[in-house]
């Protein structure tokens, strides 16, 4: 296969290809820090969304303090390229992952979890006794998504007390993650509802210090949300991860605050009709779990899957729209709907400025499920 290099232009690209637009990227990143600059809220960006340690490398280098991740495989792939200070965001249950858990714990003493029930803590809490070794914990608390989580004040303050038996595993704070409120298009709502969200873990982890337990942590927040986290008293860190590359979904949520980073190309490989052309990026390319992907600069051509392979661009029948559909061969970049979804269909991410190709990163936690 003939290797891209970097210097190349855009146009010896095979398609279809997952490009960064470097300039709208780290633009996001930048915004994204400067408004937490100064402030005492730290930034633990989710790296389920980028799944790549290049990123992660970047992300820290603008200021994060480290890196949440959702699964244990994650994890594994962070650590190994020198990430090692990590949330994992999601309950860890079963013997394979617990082990596997363990082996971690062993490589870096950074990683933290969450647990939301007491088996779950016992079974953790005897994995790590067995190995010899110790955890950070963070109660994760159900502040209105209805995931998982215990339920605010007494439920949670009886999790706590049930970890003081529970010698190897070390309580430091409380997750309430808003993912509910993330995308609602109303900003005011929102923000009403994450307060009230807000004031739920705030008033929690109140409870928790009187009664004794050191909390250190308050950790909460996405990119629809992180601003108003932070501007509650008592929250200590937040989590964004969509912001480095956005998708259609989320600007049509929050509005054009982060740019759209993150384009497929695509190839045009069939002109059947004046009005549809068909390119070779379909479900295996870009997921629609959240809508269409829409093409980029292309006003009044809409996308659709064709199937697995195939993706298929219309127009209506004016002539001016005809004109605008591209044709056989020509190549046009598709914004995913949902780039976490679409992201984890890739091997590589090819990183451009102005249409050069700067770096070639591997997506290298895709398909880390486990
Ligand atoms: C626990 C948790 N925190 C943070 C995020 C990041 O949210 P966003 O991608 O909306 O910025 C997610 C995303 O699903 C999440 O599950």
């Known amino acids: 296969m003939l290797q891209p290099h970097i210097g190349d232009s855009l146009d010896t690209l095979d398609t279809p290809a997952m490009l960064i637009d470097l300039t709208l990227m780290e633009a996001n990143i930048s915004k994204l820090m400067e408004r937490f600059k100064g402030s005492k809220v730290h930034v633990r960006p989710h790296l389920k969304t980028v799944k790549s340690a290049a990123l992660a490398r970047l992300l820290l280098a603008a200021g994060a303090v480290g890196g949440c991740v959702a699964k244990v495989s994650e994890a594994e792939v962070m650590v190994q390229d020198g990430i090692d200070d990590l949330l994992i965001t999601t309950e860890i249950v079963g013997k394979p992952k617990l082990e596997r858990l363990v082996r971690l714990v062993q490589q870096s003493s950074h990683i933290k979890v969450v647990v939301d029930s007491v088996a779950g803590a016992q079974a953790l809490n005897q994995a790590m006794h067995e190995a010899q070794q110790h955890i950070d914990v963070l109660l994760d608390l159900n502040v209105g998504q209805n995931r998982c989580g215990v339920l605010p004040g007494d439920e949670a303050l009886r999790l706590a007390h049930a970890l003081r038996e529970l010698p190897h595993l070390h309580l430091t704070g409380l997750q309430g993650y808003e993912g509910h409120l993330q995308h609602i298009h109303n900003a005011e709502e929102r923000e009403q509802?994450?307060?009230?969200?807000?004031?739920?873990?705030?008033?929690?982890?109140?409870?928790?210090?009187?009664?004794?337990?050191?909390?250190?942590?308050?950790?909460?927040?996405?990119?629809?949300?992180?601003?108003?986290?932070?501007?509650?008293?008592?929250?200590?860190?937040?989590?964004?991860?969509?912001?480095?590359?956005?998708?259609?979904?989320?600007?049509?949520?929050?509005?054009?605050?982060?740019?759209?980073?993150?384009?497929?190309?695509?190839?045009?490989?069939?002109?059947?009709?004046?009005?549809?052309?068909?390119?070779?990026?379909?479900?295996?390319?870009?997921?629609?779990?959240?809508?269409?992907?829409?093409?980029?600069?292309?006003?009044?051509?809409?996308?659709?899957?064709?199937?697995?392979?195939?993706?298929?661009?219309?127009?209506?029948?004016?002539?001016?729209?005809?004109?605008?559909?591209?044709?056989?061969?020509?190549?046009?970049?598709?914004?995913?709907?949902?780039?976490?979804?679409?992201?984890?269909?890739?091997?590589?991410?090819?990183?451009?400025?102005?249409?050069?190709?700067?770096?070639?990163?591997?997506?290298?936690?895709?398909?880390?499920?486990?």
């Open 193 to 370: 509802r994450c307060r009230e969200a807000m004031h739920l873990l705030t008033e929690t982890a109140r409870q928790l210090r009187e009664a004794g337990f050191t909390i250190e942590t308050d950790t909460t927040g996405g990119t629809g949300t992180a601003e108003i986290c932070a501007s509650c008293e008592g929250v200590t860190e937040v989590q964004p991860g969509s912001f480095v590359f956005m998708d259609t979904d989320y600007r049509n949520a929050i509005g054009p605050i982060y740019a759209n980073a993150l384009t497929i190309l695509s190839t045009v490989i069939s002109r059947p009709t004046p009005t549809r052309a068909v390119v070779d990026a379909g479900l295996k390319s870009l997921s629609t779990d959240s809508g269409m992907p829409e093409p980029k600069g292309l006003p009044g051509v809409t996308y659709q899957p064709g199937g697995d392979e195939h993706g298929i661009l219309r127009c209506d029948d004016s002539a001016s729209s005809a004109a605008t559909l591209p044709n056989i061969g020509e190549r046009i970049e598709l914004i995913p709907s949902h780039i976490d979804t679409t992201i984890n269909l890739h091997d590589v991410y090819y990183a451009h400025r102005n249409g050069k190709l700067e770096a070639i990163w591997p997506v290298s936690t895709r398909g880390k499920v486990q």
